[in-house]
Antibody
């Protein structure tokens, strides 16, 4: 069974940092592209970052470019999101998601809540 | 970026009746080389992550009831629930994955029981 478990969310001050983790199991992690998708309270999902299976290709949403860094450790079956210079508008549930055979998100974790507030 | 626009924003349907949600992309998501539409549909219930229902515009994900179907091509797509059940109350989102990211989502359609 595919499982994705996010952790690392919490309360951060504007300008602060957080590092999110996503532990994957139930599939060959190194074979799949991964995404971070966030959802602000009462809003729809917003794609945040993409990382290819071998970490050779990375994309970021314009809203986080230069502030967030996505990475993975295939030996540890883990995906990460380093979030710096946090803003109030980064407040959201952050999901990691595994792609299917193309860019759709076939599996999602339960998410971790990030709150940016002073 | 491709903009995805769903309609309506919400709809109320009687149990057992048909529900249809539309999704329009600002440009085609049909890839000529493989003739596939790079369009997915998700269902989200309160307090849960989105769940994949349909990909390639019309391929039902394993385990999804056959009352859910996807249709359309190019820029116009429809998710149809043929006979609405109580457990189908949710928000539904379309997403394109035609281009390199950003893989944009529609704004969502809330389905309720009339």
């Amino acid at each position: 069974e595919v499982q994705l478990v996010e952790s690392g969310g919490g309360l951060a001050q504007p300008g602060g940092s957080l590092r999110l983790s996503c532990a994957a199991s139930g599939f060959t992690f190194s074979s799949y592209n991964m995404n971070w998708v966030r959802q602000a309270p009462g809003k729809g999902p917003e794609w945040v970052a993409f990382l290819s299976s071998s970490s050779t290709t990375i994309y970021y949403a314009d809203s986080v470019k230069g502030r967030f860094t996505v990475s993975r450790d295939n030996a540890k079956n883990s995906l990460y999101l380093q979030m710096n210079s946090l803003r109030v508008e980064d407040t959201a549930i952050y999901y990691c998601a595994r792609e299917g055979d193309s860019g759709y998100n076939a599996y999602w974790g339960q998410g971790t809540l990030v709150t940016v507030s002073s | 970026d491709i903009v995805m626009t769903q309609s309506p924003d919400s709809l109320a349907v009687s149990l057992g009746e048909r529900a249809a949600i539309n999704c329009k992309s600002s440009r085609t998501v049909l890839y000529n080389s493989d003739k596939r539409n790079y369009l997915a549909w998700y269902q989200q219930k309160p307090g849960q992550p989105p769940k994949l229902l349909i990909y390639w515009a019309s391929t039902r994900e394993s385990g999804v009831p056959d009352r859910f179907s996807g249709s359309g091509s190019g820029t116009d797509f429809t998710l149809t629930i043929s006979s609405l059940q109580a457990e189908d109350v949710a928000i539904y989102y379309c997403q394109q994955y035609y281009t390199a990211p950003p893989h944009t989502f529609g704004q969502g359609t809330k389905v309720e029981i009339k």
